[in-house]
T-cell receptor, first 115, second 113 residues
């Protein structure tokens, strides 16, 4: 069966510091991968999605970037964190291949606090 | 652009009773998918149920079922025999033609023992 991992689970970082959040998927190949951010008590905002290695689409201009160095690895990064980057970050996967299937499955999330 | 509306910020139900969460959506697509996700206090987003718009039959997963009214663009979730573990935020979502999920604002479900 497929599983999705995220780490770290919790992170507290000072303003201006770099960020690296990692997401990996097991049990499937060539998944579509997604990064979402959720502010407290709010819905999800899609940040990035990827249909293959090195292929990243950005949905929202911001202080963050994403990379996909391996088929089942998706990384969210920032060179300098802002206070507004605080939130809950969720990674998700779906489908196989460049044509995505309809259902996304989510990882456990990372709670990021920028002080 | 597609929109998803959940008009109930919070709902409460007595344990073992039935509760219905409302969701309406707006789309110009003829074929699409609809979802209900559950987010418990752990905040992991868990798929509850999925509906394909071209299927007239309402989806069912154990105690969870939907009332899908395509013409009215309504997609409500019914939870039967509510359990304490059902307490969570419930999000309705639709998938657009670019395979992106459009999310509602969520409904907080409280289960009273």
């Amino acid at each position: 069966s497929q599983t999705i991992h995220q780490w770290p689970a919790t992170l507290v970082q000072p303003v201006g510091s770099p960020l690296s959040l990692e997401c990996t998927v097991e049990g499937t190949s060539n998944p579509n991968l997604y990064w979402y951010r959720q502010a407290a008590g709010r819905g999800l905002q899609l940040l990035f999605y990827s249909v293959g290695i090195g292929q990243i689409s950005s949905e929202v201009p911001q202080n963050l970037s994403a990379s996909r160095p391996q088929d089942r690895q998706f990384i969210l990064s920032s060179k300098k964190l802002l206070l507004s980057d605080s939130g809950f970050y969720l990674c998700a996967w779906s489908g196989q291949g460049p044509i995505p299937t309809d259902t996304q499955y989510f990882g456990p999330g990372t709670r990021l606090t920028v002080l | 652009a597609q929109t998803v509306t959940q008009s109930q910020p919070e709902m409460s139900v007595q344990e073992a009773e039935t509760v219905t969460l409302s969701c309406t959506y707006d789309t110009s697509e003829s074929d699409y998918y609809l979802f209900w996700y559950k987010q418990p206090p752990s905040r992991q987003m868990i798929l509850v149920i999925r509906q394909e718009a071209y299927k007239q039959q309402n989806a069912t997963e154990n105690r969870f079922s939907v009332n899908f009214q395509k013409a009215a663009k309504s997609f409500s979730l019914k939870i039967s025999d509510s359990q304490l573990g059902d307490a969570a935020m419930y999000f309705c979502a639709s998938m657009d033609s670019n395979y992106q999920l459009i999310w509602g604002a969520g409904t907080k479900l409280i289960i009273k023992p």
